[in-house]
Each structure stands twice: as structure tokens, then as C-alpha cells.
T-cell receptor, first 111, second 113 residues
Framework: KQEVTQIPAALSVPEGENLVLNCSFT??????LQWFRQDPGKGLTSLLL?????REQTSGRLNASLDKSSGRSTLYIAASQPGDSATYLC??????????FGQGTELSVKP | EPEVTQTPSHQVTQMGQEVILRCVPI?????FYWYRQILGQKVEFLVS????????KSEIFDDQFSVERPDGSNFTLKIRSTKLEDSAMYFC???????????FGQGTRLTVV
């Protein structure tokens, strides 16, 4: 059974710092992986989708990497801003199509 | 920018009552999903729907749950007889094809009292 784990559970950094959020999954037979942002009490905003054949994907200050064989993905955020404060969720898509989520990393960027 | 919309944003219902959660997926999308998030827990898959039928469902999605696409735009989740443990945020999502990027709505917070 696929399990997705995100470390750390919470992270607090000063504004301007570069940071890395980690996601690991137990079954490497994934179709793709999607990173989301969730603001308190709100829905999920898709940030990046990275296919199982890809090594990385970039959007603005965000860069996601994927190492399928070792069951790991990272989300790199450059030059963090207070507006980046949110919970970041990693989800893997299995061969059946559903997304399996980690528990998230709660990020706080202090001005 | 196209988005998934869900109504209502918050619903309070008494235990044993039926509720219908409504979603309008992105218009050219073909795959539709319901997920839920119990407070403080992971987002978990409930059901996926394609071509007017369920394509996959989780163990949570028992006989108390049903989904329907009653017309060309709406996608609904019905819970027949709500339990206290059904209290959660329910998210609708859609994608234009199998396995492509899923876009989520803002959620409906269901509170069963």
C-alpha cells in the first residue's frame, strides 16, 4: 500500500531564505507526482506536476525534483516571501489514477 | 482562469440527514473526483468518475455515498444518512484527461451535529 510522508511537518524561516521541502513515497510505481499549496481553511492550489519520466519541473521560484527509484521528491522554494506561508502537500498518482497525499509541511515565512 | 467551484462553502446538518454537495468542474474536463480531509488529517481519496460511471472508489465510499452528474455541468456527492465521523472538508477536483493535472475546488466544510 502506497504511503506518502513529508518532512518536516512544520518549518519557519526568515524572509529571503531558500528552502527545501521533502516528500517520500514507499512504492516507486507511480504515474506522476503533484505538489499543492493549501491556505488555512481553503482548497488546494496545484503548483507543479512532475511526470514519472521527468527529473524536475520548474515554475517561477519553485522547482520540484523527482527521484522515482529512491521514492523521493523535493520542492525547492527560492527567495521565500511571507506570502509563501501555507501548507505544502505532496501527492503521488498511482496507476489507478487516484492521488495519495502526504500530511503536508506547514511553512511560515517571517518578515 | 477556469476553476472548480463548490457549493455550499459550509454545511451543518443533523446526524442521519441526507446531504448533497455540489461541484461545477472545469468545463472541458472529463475526469471528476471527490476527496475529503478530516480536520488535522491527510487528504484522502473517495471516488473518481468518468464517462458517467465510477472508475475507482475507496473503502470509505460505502453504500451511504453516491455520485451523480445530473446534467452537463454539475457533479454531486450525496451522503444518504450522515454520521458524526462524516464531518470533514470535502473537495471536488477535475482533470482534462486520465493522469493529468488535477484542479481542486475550495471545498465544502461539512459539520454533522
Amino acid at each position: 500500500k502506497q504511503e506518502v510522508t513529508q518532512i518536516p511537518a512544520a518549518l519557519s524561516v526568515p524572509e529571503g531564505e531558500n528552502l527545501v521541502l521533502n516528500c517520500s513515497f514507499t512504492d516507486s510505481a507511480i504515474y506522476n507526482l503533484q505538489w499543492f499549496r493549501q491556505d488555512p481553511g481553503k482548497g488546494l492550489t496545484s503548483l507543479l506536476l512532475i511526470q514519472s519520466s521527468q527529473r524536475e519541473q520548474t515554475s517561477g521560484r519553485l522547482n520540484a525534483s523527482l527521484d522515482k527509484s529512491s521514492g523521493r521528491s523535493t520542492l525547492y522554494i527560492a527567495a521565500s516571501q511571507p506570502g509563501d506561508s501555507a501548507t505544502y502537500l505532496c501527492a503521488v498518482r498511482n496507476q489507478g489514477g487516484k492521488l495519495i497525499f502526504g500530511q503536508g509541511t506547514e511553512l511560515s515565512v517571517k518578515p | 482562469e477556469p476553476e472548480v467551484t463548490q457549493t455550499p462553502s459550509h454545511q451543518v446538518t443533523q446526524m442521519g440527514q441526507e446531504v448533497i454537495l455540489r461541484c461545477v468542474p472545469i468545463s472541458n474536463h472529463l475526469y471528476f473526483y471527490w476527496y475529503r480531509q478530516i480536520l488535522g488529517q491527510k487528504v484522502e481519496f473517495l471516488v473518481s468518475f468518468y464517462n458517467n460511471e465510477i472508475s475507482e472508489k475507496s473503502e470509505i465510499f460505502d453504500d451511504q455515498f453516491s455520485v451523480e452528474r445530473p446534467d452537463g455541468s454539475n457533479f454531486t456527492l450525496k451522503i444518504r444518512s450522515t454520521k458524526l465521523e462524516d464531518s470533514a472538508m470535502y473537495f471536488c477536483a477535475s482533470s482534462d484527461n486520465w493522469g493529468t493535472e488535477a484542479f481542486f475546488g475550495q471545498g465544502t466544510r461539512l459539520t454533522v451535529v
